[in-house]
């Protein structure tokens, strides 16, 4: 790489850095908005993400960037809430999975579409063919960042 694309690409990185807590204070704004009793934005991550796949506590630690003691603190909150069961895995019972209850569901399926809405009015205010280029940019990213 010469150094001028280093030189770009840092550019680009630090723009990253500061669009995307830009992004997060507008979902903590609408989760606040919500009321003490829905979600904070780590509940709200891990909704989202059992929401793909049941992962293990060490797993959605790890995903998290957070001690395995510190997400146990975070399940057994959302388990007496009735978001989210922990489930005994038949073929290994060492292994529990953590899933999202109904009401996780509901609740996850809910508060998305609240934020998505704030996202939807932001983008509205943007000309569609700089439009195009954040979609393309971002489905690169979607692809870059698994």
């Given at each position: 790489m010469s150094s001028s694309e280093k030189t770009k690409n840092e550019a680009r990185s630090?723009?990253?850095l500061?669009?995307?807590p830009r992004m997060m204070r507008i979902i903590r704004t609408e989760m606040r908005q919500l009321g003490k009793q829905k979600l904070t934005v780590p509940q709200f991550r891990v909704l989202l993400q059992l929401s793909q796949q049941?992962?293990?506590n060490q797993e959605l630690a790890s995903w998290m960037g957070v001690s395995a003691p510190t997400m146990s603190k975070m399940i057994d909150n959302m388990v007496k809430r009735n978001l989210i069961t922990r489930k005994t895995e038949a073929?290994?019972?060492?292994?529990?999975l953590v899933t999202n209850t109904k009401k996780g569901?509901?609740?996850v399926q809910a508060t998305r579409g609240i934020v998505q809405q704030r996202f939807t009015e932001k983008i509205s205010l943007i000309p569609e063919d700089k439009l195009k280029?954040?979609?393309t940019g971002l489905s690169i990213m979607k692809e870059t960042f698994l």
């Open positions: 630090a723009l990253l500061e669009v995307i049941p992962m293990s073929a290994d019972r060492r292994q529990i569901r509901t609740l280029a954040i979609e």
